[in-house]
Nanobody, 119 residues
Framework: QVQLGESGGGLVQAGGSLTLSCAVS????????MGWYRQAPGKQRELVAT???????NYAGSVKGRFTISRNSAKTMVWLQMNNLKPEDTAIYYC?????????????WGQGTQVTVSS
């Protein structure tokens, strides 16, 4: 089992910056990917950024060049640095960890942290 806990959300003006943190505990050794997703009111949850065990990263087009995902080598922390924030970035941000240990895909989620960007 893997547990995740996000922190760092808040209210920021457009153009500002925030850094989200996610603490990961449990069986982190078999995690294949970690990432951030977000869900705005009335919309589906969407991918923001992911990083794999091979240090490959992937970003949604809407955040590319503004957001940076990183993690530590132990896979116990993952961060999302968000710069030049826009009102459309307002959402609940969820930390995610993915494992396919023994061929069984598993997704783990945090409880989410609110990010609000004012215009």
């Amino acid at each position: 089992q893997v547990q995740l806990g996000e922190s760092g959300g808040g209210l920021v003006q457009a153009g500002g910056s925030l850094t989200l943190s996610c603490a990961v505990s449990g069986s982190t050794f078999d995690l294949d990917a970690m990432g951030w997703y977000r869900q705005a009111p009335g919309k589906q949850r969407e991918l923001v950024a992911t990083t794999t065990s091979g240090d490959n990263t992937n970003y949604a087009g809407s955040v590319k060049g503004r957001f940076t995902i990183s993690r530590n080598s132990a896979k116990t922390m993952v961060w999302l640095q968000m710069n030049n924030l826009k009102p459309e970035d307002t959402a609940i941000y969820y930390c995610n960890a993915y494992s396919r240990w023994l061929g069984i895909p598993r997704n783990y989620w945090g409880q989410g942290t609110q990010v609000t960007v004012s215009s």
